[in-house]
């Protein structure tokens, strides 16, 4: 529950009277870090989703979804149908330049997307409207309640999402260099936990770490 995080991050901020740091900021924290977090780990929120299809090969995912992970087949997850294969996209412009032209068939057999554009897909063949089963990446949602609101990631994520939390509200109060060292410590501590490797921290944002190999 996001309550107890906020309690664990308070008591990591030693503020148990509220003074300096409220629950709406320490809960503002705790939601920009699930939205880093799926940004470099959107299995973290990875859902098989019926995604509705229009007529024709160009396709986008429902509006509380980040990006594409997989398209798995057509039909639904009660009846699903033909499997569909991930292809480059170049291939099929190269075997057939006009395929997002070409008739519209029942089922897909092939689906390519652009990671610069990751919340569209194409579908060789166009289909007609129907549906395909996808693994997207889900939106984290908002905490509307702060008393009852669950994070979108799983648990496991749970120290991660502490450790941001609190590099974000040090980062915040910098005024002494205690707080800078400590903001800077939880800093790599959050991307240790993600296994993401950033070089050079002063200079690297956290939105520009390095994957570690």
Not at 43 to 48: G, K, L, P, S, V
Not at 63 to 77: F, M, S
Not at 173 to 192: C, I, L, M, P, Q
């Amino acid at each position: 529950m996001v309550n107890t995080l906020i309690s664990e991050v308070r008591n990591s901020l030693r503020d148990a009277s509220e003074v300096q740091y409220s629950a709406e900021a320490i809960g503002s924290a705790l939601l920009d870090a699930e939205l880093v977090i799926v940004a470099y780990k959107p299995e973290a929120t990875a859902e098989d989703v019926e995604v509705t299809t229009v007529e024709g090969a160009r396709q986008a995912i429902p509006a509380d979804y980040l990006r594409v992970l997989d398209i798995k087949h057509n039909g639904t997850l009660a009846e699903p149908g033909r499997s569909i294969r991930l292809v480059a996209r170049e291939h099929l412009d190269l075997m057939a330049p006009n395929w997002r032209g070409a008739n519209t068939e029942p089922e897909a057999r092939q689906y390519t997307y652009d990671e610069h554009n990751p919340r569209v897909f194409e579908l060789s063949p166009p289909v007609v409207a129907g549906t395909v089963v996808a693994t997207l990446a889900k939106r984290p949602a908002e905490y509307d309640d702060l008393t009852t609101a669950t994070p979108t990631v799983g648990p496991e994520y749970r120290p991660a999402l502490i450790e941001y939390a609190l590099y974000r509200l040090f980062s915040e109060d910098t005024e002494g260099s205690v707080n800078e060292s400590r903001s800077r410590k939880h800093y790599a501590n959050f991307f240790n936990f993600l296994g993401v490797k950033v070089q050079n921290e002063a200079r690297v944002s956290p939105w520009q770490p390095e994957r570690k190999v």
